[in-house]
């Protein structure tokens, strides 16, 4: 597609359920990035996808938080038992090469209640 | 600690007047510093990534600069639609560099 695609743009939830939220890169970008968006803090990094490789999930801050991606194409982020702190944008990122622009989408907005 | 600091959090001017965003940077081996706009509910839009110190590059009425320890954004003669919030971010070597480390940002608003 032309740009990046996320999936739900809105998300409210319950305490304790689990939720998924899907990300659709521009075609032929190998690098796909998951990060978080806080009220009145940055953008905080969470994972990275490159090709076939391994994912760099050093930013997850939990155990409750996974992700993968399929087909080195589209990108789902599954946070498990969902608690009140986990109410942010998630946005996802997609890039041809490392150091190059990364086109974002418009963000998950995840409301835990 | 590496860190990325935008000041100020918020800017208001009028219509036309000039004004500089500064984003500072206390990273080691800094790969590529980026500007992005973000309309509020949208993603970050994507402005510039600048590699070198002394490198500037220039957007309609946007001009961005960097040096050793800061980058500025430029706006010349700002109109209505250049209100958005601004954010700088760095990327590094070492663990993560393809990560980027993003400042909180700089509100803009521009007044008609």
């Known amino acids: 597609g032309a740009g990046v695609s996320q999936s739900p743009s809105n998300k409210v939830t319950e305490k304790g359920k689990d939720v998924e939220l899907r990300c659709d890169p521009i075609?032929?970008?190998?690098?796909l990035y998951w990060y978080r968006q806080s009220l009145g803090q940055g953008l905080e990094f969470l994972i990275y996808?490159?090709?076939?490789?391994?994912?760099?999930k050093s930013g997850l801050p939990s155990d409750r938080f996974s992700a993968e991606r399929t087909g080195g194409s589209v990108s789902t982020l599954t946070i498990q038992r969902t608690q009140q702190e986990d109410s942010a944008v998630y946005l996802c990122?997609?890039?041809?090469?490392?150091?190059?622009?990364?086109?974002f989408g418009s963000g998950t907005r995840l409301t835990v209640v | 600690e590496d860190q990325v600091t935008q000041s100020p959090e918020a800017l208001r001017l009028q219509e036309g007047e000039s004004s500089s965003l500064n984003c500072s940077y206390t990273?080691?081996?800094?790969?590529?510093l980026f500007w992005y706009r973000q309309d509020p509910g949208k993603g970050p839009e994507f402005l510039f990534t600048l590699y070198s110190a002394g490198e500037e590059k220039e957007k309609e009425r946007l001009k961005a600069t960097l040096t050793k320890k800061e980058s500025f954004l430029h706006i010349t003669a700002p109109k209505p639609e250049d209100s958005a919030t601004y954010l700088c971010a760095a990327a590094y070597s070492g663990a993560g560099s393809y990560q980027l480390t993003f400042g909180k940002g700089t509100k803009l608003s521009v007044i008609p």
């Open positions: 990122a997609s890039s041809k090469r490392l150091y190059y622009g990364y086109t």
């Open positions: 075609s032929g970008h190998t690098a």
């Open positions: 990273v080691s081996g800094l790969r590529g």
């Open positions: 996808f490159q090709g076939n490789s391994a994912p760099d």
